[in-house]
């Protein structure tokens, strides 16, 4: 299987920031450095040099060189990069290349909003829905849900949130880390000096059917899940009272297309797990904090959630998720909860300032110790970087040199995806090996752009900046795919990701995945059958393929477009760079 990836000059395929660094990626088999030329839409040669030698890339075996045109500044359409007789996909300058993107990768999360008609008027006539899983025939569910035999003997009203992916379950350790990742994109705002007010996640500048509540936009997106979240709490008075299901899904799992509102199958509810009521003692004790100007009365509702949620999971410390529970929905098993117990000590301190909290997040082991991975500085099973980075941007009490310490933990951690990036032919914060092209690597290329945007934010260093638009670049084109992961952004770019929803691919009358849908990336591990057959012996970074079929490469999923939204919002706070 040979894809076509198109002109061997990789770009990103939407345009560079007119202050910003510009990198492009040739694939080629001379040695010696190029000549390159950079075009105007009109054909003009606008500047011109040479590029960088830099021989085999491990993640994809391709002989590469390097083209740094960042000098040039002028905005301008349709530019193109000519090196080595190839033409690239032509691309923009512009200072307001990511503003919309802010906004599409968030309408992704109403677009998966489960118990609620979709407005077609909001995103489009073609992803208008009605309802799903309100127990309307043939649903049934999510507003009186059994557990699974055994489990538990009443029923809950679970509905809302949003469905994780491409399917339709709701698990909330996923949902709790893409919440977390909404909160805190909008919490940035208030913190960070380029976040310049914020103005794009505020009121009416989303596509949200409550805008224009006074409430912003993306307070209101994140509410529709954390509803969802306190629903999975067991109620007062039964066993395990306080703890979190740990999800909701289908007893068996479905074939693809399939609407929500025409799901038959069983819905139940999982045994509550340490893990999942972590995550909501952790976005609740945000939602109180962030909450607490618009609406008090949710606020508090969130604050005891919180409260309790972290109670019962101390009395309960060691209740795992298996990984062997993963018919009819995934398992997002853990069976290492120090992190989610670090993480929501952090968020409990940072909004009720009560020593308790503190003390247990002093306490932890992870308080201390380097908690970014190299590969992925955090995800939905290792949360301890959340708390990390709150800590080091949301104003808390912490003497002086323990905050300094903490934050230097986080630009030590950016130093690393800098040298990451710096030694990869295509320019990403991750490491080139196999094992760390992984099940939604895309979203781990993000995260770890979190971390650098955080170090931006934290130092006013460029170069932490210029690593996450750095970032950008390879997930709109600059890759060995030459593939943007973005639907809808760049020339080509990712539209049959595995969804039951928009399975255009499988039926003609429904529509793609709408524009902002992050793809999880090339995976190594080829886990399903159509990509282990297709792509059998790929270089971690050719491991992607842009069929339904291929859950372990080409799924969308809440948790990697939250990291999306994080980086989008970012980087259009920049503008010029
Ligand atoms: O994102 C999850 C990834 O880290 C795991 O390796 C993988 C297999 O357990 O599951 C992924 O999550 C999927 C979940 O289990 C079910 N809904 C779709 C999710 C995205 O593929």
Known sequence: YEPDTGPRVRVNQVGYLPGGPKNATVVTTATDPLDWQLTSAAGAVVASGRSTPRGVDAASDQNVQTVDFSAFRTPGTGYRLVVDGETSHPFDISGTLYDRLRADSLQFFYAQRSGTPIDGDLIGAAYARPAGHLGVAPNQGDTDVPCQPGVCDYRLDVRGGWYDAGDHGKYVVNGGIATYQLLNAFERTKTAESAAGGDGLGDSTLRVPERGNKVPDVLDEARWELEFLLRMQVPAGKPLAGMVHHKIHDRAWTGLPLAPQDDPQPRELHPPSTAATLNLAAVAAQCARLFAPY????????????????????????????????????????????????????????????????????????????????????????????????????????????????????????????????????????????????????????????????????????????????????????????????????????????????????????????????????????????AANLLAGCKPQLCYVDDINSYSTNEVAINWNSALAWLASFLADQGDA
Request: proline share 6%.
């Open 295 to 530: 609406d008090a009365a949710f606020a508090a509702r969130c604050g005891s959630a919180a409260k309790t949620a972290y109670a019962a999971a101390k009395a309960h410390p060691a209740i795992y998720a298996s990984a062997a529970d993963g018919t009819g929905g995934g398992a997002y098993e853990d069976d290492k909860v120090a992190d989610e117990f670090y993480w929501a000590a952090v968020e409990l301190w940072l909004t009720t300032g009560e020593k308790a909290y503190l003390t247990d997040l002093t306490a932890s082991p992870l308080h201390t110790a380097d908690v970014f991975d190299p590969a992925g500085a955090f995800g939905w099973q290792s949360v301890a970087g959340l708390g990390r980075l709150d800590l080091a941007t949301v104003p808390n009490g912490l003497p002086a040199a323990e905050k300094t310490r903490i934050r230097a933990s986080v630009t030590a951690a950016a130093d690393r995806y800098l040298a990451a990036l710096r030694a990869q032919a295509y320019g990403l914060p991750l490491p080139g090996d196999a094992a760390s092209y992984v099940w939604g690597s895309n979203s781990n290329v993000v995260n770890n752009a979190v971390v650098l945007g955080t170090a931006f934010d934290l130092t006013r260093d460029a170069k932490y900046r210029d690593g996450a638009v750095q970032t950008a670049d390879y997930l709109l084109g600059r890759n060995a795919l030459n593939m943007s992961y973005v639907t809808g952004w760049g020339e080509q770019n990712s539209h049959h990701q595995h969804s039951r929803i928009f399975a255009h691919q499988l039926n003609p009358d429904l529509p793609n995945p709408p524009a902002g849908s992050l793809a999880g990336g090339p995976n190594a591990g080829l886990q399903d059958p159509y």
